[in-house]
């Protein structure tokens, strides 16, 4: 895979495969003094500080205090040092969270527990997305997928199988939301522009750090009509290669990764044998 520095599609089905959808994020916890030892961002140092636990639920930054913790507000402070906002804690409460989206900024934030002005423990952590690409395939080959429920039982298998999936992982400590899903090389309908988001039903889908996700296309990138610049099957054979590209709006960042092709056994795609693997 490799990293570089829409048009509005439908309803994008998604489907989250692996992964916990909470994630703990690592931090340094600190006691009022400065003098705490680092710890790893699930409890404080001593076990004894206000701030017990930092993670990352889906969209959401999630902090936790001890049941002792004496504290009035927390502030979450984003990595180019201004507010990202501050919550008021009521008496007895034990959690208060920040909804970080999908448009934040990746980085280092620190999390400021207060009593009055005096600010009583502090957590840093870092907050980034990481997605890989971990499969793509297509009806024919794999059944299992929910096809019928992402594009309904009314439509044949030969339109499923001029559709795709994408299995895509955050690897990260944040959510990620792609916002694109294109098809270039080797594959019978390559679509640099698609229409819309290029993925079903959705203008994007959102990944949870942690979580794994099937994405379904909506250009037709293996469809039985063959593009001007598209390849084809036949009864001799056709191999080429081709790459899946995801657009991303958290980092702004392409995600890709190439594979193999092998188009046998017929004249027509949908009575086509079509073998992906990785290049």
């Given amino acids: 895979m490799t990293r570089n520095h829409p048009h509005i599609s439908r309803r994008t089905a998604l489907r989250t495969v692996a992964g916990a959808a909470l994630v703990s994020v690592a931090g340094c916890l600190n006691d009022n003094d400065g003098s705490g030892t680092p710890g790893d961002g699930t409890t404080s140092p001593d076990g004894?500080?206000?701030l017990t636990r930092i993670t990352v639920e889906g969209t959401t930054l999630v902090v936790e205090l001890s049941e002792e913790a004496d504290v009035d507000q927390v502030n979450l402070i984003?990595?180019?040092?201004?507010l990202f906002g501050k919550?008021?804690?009521a008496a007895g409460a034990q959690q208060v969270s920040f909804e970080i989206g999908t448009a934040y900024a990746p980085g280092e934030y620190r999390v400021l527990a207060l009593k009055g002005e005096e600010t009583v423990a502090e957590t840093s952590l870092a907050i980034q997305p990481e997605l890989v690409i971990r499969d793509v395939g297509l009806y024919r080959n794999n059944p299992d997928k929910p096809w019928d429920e992402v594009y309904g039982e009314s439509q044949t298998d030969s339109k499923k199988n001029g559709e795709a999936f994408v299995t895509v992982e955050n690897t990260g400590s944040g959510p990620e939301a792609v916002v694109e899903l294109r098809f270039t090389g080797d594959v019978p309908n390559p679509v640099d522009d698609p229409r819309g988001s290029g993925i079903y039903e959705k203008?994007?889908?959102i990944v949870g750090a942690g979580e794994t996700v099937d994405i379904f296309s909506d250009s037709f990138p293996f469809g039985s009509e063959i593009g001007e610049d598209g390849m084809g099957c036949s009864t001799d054979g056709n191999?080429?290669?081709f790459t899946v590209?995801?657009?991303?709006?958290?980092?702004?960042?392409?995600v890709t990764k190439s594979y193999d092709v092998e188009y046998t056994g017929s004249d027509e795609?949908?009575?086509c044998e079509v073998t992906i693997s990785e290049a």
């Fill in 78 to 82: 984003q990595p180019n040092g201004e």
């Fill in 239 to 241: 191999s080429g290669q």
């Fill in 87 to 89: 919550r008021d804690v």
């Fill in 269 to 271: 795609m949908q009575n």
């Fill in 48 to 50: 004894k500080g206000p």
């Fill in 203 to 205: 203008e994007r889908v």
């Fill in 245 to 254: 590209v995801l657009e991303t709006r958290t980092t702004g960042q392409q």
